[in-house]
């Protein structure tokens, strides 16, 4: 066979040998690209399930302070102390304890029908 560069011939031990590397290539390329494709899928279902994992674990945490923060407010609307608006004393004490053993709380108020106003802020949080 004549070409441009001259007497070229083409041996069947180069044949194969190029067949095996075009093979290779191939075979190695695929593997990489499949191993690329599922490993990326892989890692967006692990992270999608972590995500989903927190954010229920989120969820039923501020469920759970909702709950808290409704009981509290039950309880402190009950308190029959707290409708004289004369004991600031008692109105003190009953809000240091929430705001002792509620640490989320910043802040109590408490209004009256005339005007009256109370509050105590936990200056801690």
């Known amino acids: 066979m004549t070409s441009l560069f001259g007497n070229m011939r083409t041996t069947i031990q ?7 590397v075009i093979a290779t290539a191939l075979t190695a390329s695929l593997a ?7 490993g990326q899928s892989m890692a967006r279902t692990v992270a999608s ?11 039923s945490e501020l469920r759970s302070v909702g709950r808290i923060n409704v009981n509290v407010i039950d309880l402190l609307a009950e308190n029959p ?9 008692a109105h003190l004490e009953i809000f240091t304890q929430v705001l002792v053993k509620n640490p989320l709380y ?11 106003f109370f509050e105590v802020i936990n200056l801690n949080t």
């Open 14 to 20: 180069l044949t194969v040998v190029l067949a095996f």
């Open 32 to 38: 990489i690209g499949l191993q690329y494709y599922f």
């Open 49 to 59: 399930d972590l995500y989903a994992t927190a954010s229920s674990g989120i969820a």
């Open 81 to 89: 102390v707290l409708n004289d608006s004369e004991n600031e004393t």
């Open 106 to 116: 910043y802040g109590i108020y408490l209004g009256g029908g005339d005007g009256s």
